[in-house]
């Protein structure tokens, strides 16, 4: 069975207002062993998260938390 994750990611237009960026079915899937699936929703290199920007957040090679407090 493949793993399905529909993504959601919302930011803000010049307004301030909240829309939505994007909404779809995450694509980034990895599997190292049989069995097992996974993926990454989303990654930030700073804690507290600085979400000001519009990089994908989703498009990090993560195996490890990329800081200290992440």
Do not use: C
């Amino acid at each position: 069975m493949t793993l399905q994750v529909r993504r959601v990611v919302t930011a803000h237009d010049s307004d301030g207002k909240a829309v939505i960026k994007s909404d779809e079915l995450a694509t980034n899937m990895i599997s190292n062993r049989s069995g097992h699936q996974s993926l990454v929703v989303w990654t930030t290199n700073a804690t507290p998260a600085d979400n000001s920007g519009y990089e994908d957040g989703s498009n990090w090679e993560v195996t490890t938390p990329p800081i200290a407090n992440g």
